[in-house]
Nanobody, 126 residues
Framework: VQLQASGGGLVQPGGSLRLSCASS????????MGWFRQVSGKEREFISH????????YYADSVKERFTISRDNAKNTAYLQMNNLKPEDTAVYFC????????????????????WGQGTQVTVSS
């Protein structure tokens, strides 16, 4: 499975971005999808997770009410809509995939995921 993340960029505080994660996998619905972010020198941080058909979603407390995860299984693509961005959201954002259905706290563990995209830089600055 190859994942291609895109949509990052430079945005002012309070602005919005939508990240996309395109999968090469034809059986996209077999995979639950996650988003993580990482700042240089720090551990990768869980942001959000969506189950195979979008029935369940999970968010880190730091982004709840501001970020929305979704997926379009017909396009083999997952999305992360980010609103009201803050300087502390600045990081490299990674999408990830894991085969199967996972729910609960385990979805926050980066070690759960089998496949990772290359990352896209998000910079929030005035």
């Amino acid at each position: 499975v190859q994942l291609q993340a895109s949509g990052g960029g430079l945005v002012q505080p309070g602005g919005s971005l939508r990240l996309s994660c395109a999968s090469s996998e034809g059986t996209f619905t077999a995979y639950s999808m996650g988003w993580f972010r990482q700042v240089s020198g720090k551990e990768r941080e869980f942001i959000s997770h969506i189950t195979r058909f979008g029935g369940s979603t999970y968010y880190a407390d730091s982004v709840k009410e501001r970020f929305t995860i979704s997926r379009d299984n017909a396009k083999n693509t997952a999305y992360l809509q980010m609103n009201n961005l803050k300087p502390e959201d600045t990081a490299v954002y990674f999408c990830a995939a894991v085969k199967g259905l996972y729910t609960g706290s385990i979805v926050r563990d980066a070690g759960l995921y089998d496949y990772w995209g290359q990352g896209t830089q998000v910079t929030v600055s005035s």
